[in-house]
C-alpha cells in the first residue's frame, strides 16, 4: 500500500518526472526503420546513487556486465540504452560495444564512463551497428529535455506501448518524486523474455540502503509477473537518486525510509503490471490473490504458479473458470499446503471450498474473466501469509508474434 502521503499515477513524464534528470529518445536504424531504437537518460546532479538488480540468467547479456560494475564501483548518473538488439550471445565483440556505449555516452554528456550505465534489448546474438549507434547517441545527447516520452519509446520492443508511473511522498518536509519507464511484453528469439526499467528519484539516499529499497520492491513487484515463463538475458532494473531535493540522505534507519520504500514499490508495482498487461498478443491482465498461507514467500510462490500456468492462462482467454487448473498449479508450485482448506473464487464467485467444487452459477462466473482485467484469489487458512502476482492471457497472436520475432 502507498503511504497516504504519496500518490501514483500513469504520466508521460515518468523517468524525468524526479527533479534534475533529462531524457531523449533517436531513430539510429540498430534495427528498424522510423522507429526510436536510442535512449538517453541523465542526471544533472553531481553526486547521488544508484542501485541495480540483473537477471538471474547465468548467460548475461555484455551491458549488465557494463552497468554492474559501473554501479559497483561508480556513481552513476546516466544509462544508454538501445532497442532492437540485445547484444547477448555476442563474445569479446559484444563486450567491446558495451563499453564503447558507455564510453561515448561518458564524453558526449561530460562525464567519466564508469558514471554511465549501458542497457540493450532485442534479438540475441546479433552485433550492434556501432556507426549507427554512435550517431544515436550524439544525437540524444544534443537533443536531452525533461520530456521523457522519446525515451519511453526508444527502449521498446515488441511493446504495444510505453510504460511510465510516478509517485510523490513527503520526505522531511519536502515532496520527492520517483518515477520510472519500463519495457516488457514477451518473448525473443530464442525462448527468452526481455523487460527492462529504470527508476528515478531526486530523493537523496545512502548508496547502500538505495539497494535494500530496490531488493524489496523487485521482490514484491517484477518478480511477481509473467508472460511467457522465461528468464532473459538482459533484465536490468536500475535506480538513481540524485539528492536533488537537497534532503538529509536517507538510511534504513531515517524515519522517513519506509515512505520513501513505499513509493519506489508504488512506482515499480504500477509498471510492472503494465508489462503484464502489455504481454505479447494479450486482451487482458490476470492477477492471482493468495491469502492466508504461513508466510509472504510461500503465498508468492503460490500465486506465480498460478498465473504462470499455460492452462491457466489459456482458460483466461476462452473465459473459462477452469478452477481445477488453478488448484492443480497450486500443487506443483513447491509449497505444502492442505487442499481441503483451500478457497477458490473467480472474482467474486466462489467456486471451490473444502476440498470439492461449490455450486455456483457456470455463466457468472465465466462472466468474470470477459474483461480486460481478471482476478482469481484462493485462501488457505494456514496464516497470514499473502501476495499477489501478476500476468495475461495466452492467445494466438502471442504464438504469431514469436513464430517471426527474427523476420
Request: charged content about 20%; overall charge negative.
Amino acid at each position: 500500500m502507498v503511504n497516504k502521503n504519496s500518490e501514483i499515477g500513469i504520466e508521460r513524464t515518468g523517468a524525468t518526472a524526479a527533479a534534475g534528470f533529462l531524457a531523449a529518445g533517436e531513430a539510429c536504424r540498430v534495427r528498424y526503420e522510423g522507429r526510436r531504437d536510442l535512449g538517453l537518460l541523465f542526471s544533472q546532479e553531481a553526486g547521488g546513487a544508484a542501485a541495480v538488480v540483473v537477471t538471474t540468467n547465468v548467460v548475461k547479456a555484455a551491458p549488465l556486465l557494463v552497468t554492474r560494475e559501473a554501479v559497483e564501483t561508480g556513481n552513476v548518473r546516466a544509462v544508454v540504452v538501445n532497442s532492437g538488439v540485445a547484444n547477448a550471445a555476442t563474445g569479446e565483440r559484444g563486450l567491446e560495444d558495451a563499453c564503447r556505449m558507455q564510453t561515448l555516452a561518458a564524453a558526449e554528456l561530460g562525464l567519466e564512463p564508469e558514471e554511465v550505465a549501458v542497457a540493450s534489448t532485442g534479438v540475441i546474438g546479433e552485433h550492434l551497428p556501432m556507426d549507427r549507434v554512435e550517431t544515436g547517441i550524439k544525437e540524444a545527447a544534443a537533443s536531452l529535455s525533461s520530456d521523457g516520452s522519446p525515451f519511453a519509446e526508444a527502449i521498446l520492443t515488441t511493446d504495444t506501448r510505453t510504460k511510465e508511473a510516478v509517485a510523490r511522498v513527503e520526505i522531511g518536509g519536502e515532496v520527492v518524486t520517483v518515477g520510472g519507464v519500463a519495457k516488457g511484453s514477451g518473448m525473443i528469439h530464442p525462448n527468452m523474455a526481455t523487460m527492462l526499467a529504470f527508476v528515478t528519484t531526486d530523493a537523496a539516499v545512502e548508496k547502500k540502503s538505495l539497494q535494500n529499497a530496490l531488493n524489496g520492491a523487485t521482490e514484491r513487484t517484477f518478480n511477481r509477473i509473467t508472460v511467457d515463463g522465461d528468464t532473459s538475458t538482459n533484465d536490468m532494473v536500475l535506480l538513481m537518486a540524485n539528492g536533488a531535493v537537497g534532503n538529509e540522505p536517507l538510511t534504513q534507519s531515517s524515519l522517513d525510509y519506509p515512505a520513501f520504500e513505499e513509493a519506489v514499490e508504488a512506482v515499480m508495482g504500477g509498471l510492472a503490471k503494465e508489462i503484464a498487461r502489455d504481454g505479447e498478443g494479450a486482451t487482458k491482465l490476470i492477477e492471482v490473490v493468495v491469502e492466508g498461507a504461513k508466510e509472504e514467500v510461500s503465498a508468492a510462490a503460490l500465486a506465480k504458479a498460478v498465473v504462470g500456468s499455460s492452462l491457466v492462462k489459456a482458460a483466461a482467454y476462452g473465459e473459462d473458470a477452469n478452477w481445477g487448473r488453478v488448484l492443480a498449479a497450486m500443487g506443483y508450485a513447491g509449497v505444502p499446503f492442505d487442499p481441503e482448506g483451500v478457497e477458490i473464487h473467480f472474482g467474486p464467485v466462489k467456486v471451490f471450498e473444502k476440498g470439492e467444487p461449490v455450486a455456483h452459477n457456470a455463466t457468472e462466473a465465466n462472466a468474470t474473466l470477459a474483461g480486460d482485467e481478471v482476478v482469481i484469489t484462493a485462501r488457505l487458512g494456514e496464516g497470514k501469509g499473502s501476495a499477489s502476482a501478476w500476468g495475461c492471457d495466452l492467445t494466438h497472436e502471442y504464438v504469431e508474434i514469436n513464430g517471426s520475432y527474427r523476420s
